[in-house]
């Protein structure tokens, strides 16, 4: 592909870039969230100048070394959140309330099985503080 048709191959590689991610995440960034993409952004900001699509041209955008680690902070605090959900989900299995609503003959069998889910987690951290915070944000009430 590389040299019957140069062009499709370098749509290709672009696929792998920093610079794809973004465009992707833009298009779903109710999904993955804002702290994922300027996750990638700060990713862009470092291989800017490789990019073909740069010309020269400087990085648009400003980022302070205090932004790139409130950034960082978010994006770990995001990819916690999205693997929380995803056990919770798989440890629900057919209770799981699809699209965030329960039916109602299972409503008190999902409720349940959620503060289990709920306390076994809690139990699991070790700090005073995390224990809190999970007590006070937990997502599935």
């Given at each position: 592909m590389h040299a019957k048709n140069p062009d499709l191959y370098q749509l290709v590689e672009f696929r792998k870039t920093t610079a794809y991610g973004l465009i992707f995440l833009a298009y779903r960034m109710f999904e993955y969230g804002e702290a994922h993409f300027?996750?990638?952004m700060v990713d862009l900001k470092d291989t800017w100048t490789d990019a073909p699509a740069s010309n020269g041209v400087p990085f648009p955008f400003t980022v302070s070394e205090a932004d790139i680690g409130r950034i960082k902070v978010d994006c770990a605090g995001a990819v916690a959140g999205?693997?929380?959900?995803?056990?919770?989900?798989?440890?629900?299995?057919?209770?799981?309330?699809?699209?965030?609503?329960?039916?109602?003959?299972?409503?008190?069998?999902?409720?349940a099985a959620l503060q289990q889910i709920k306390s076994e987690t809690i139990e699991q951290l070790d700090e005073t503080e995390e224990k809190a915070e999970y007590e006070q944000c937990w997502p599935f009430e």
């Open positions: 300027q996750s990638l999205t693997e929380l959900v995803s056990e919770v989900k798989e440890r629900m299995g057919e209770l799981w309330p699809d699209k965030g609503f329960a039916e109602h003959e299972r409503y008190h069998d999902c409720k």
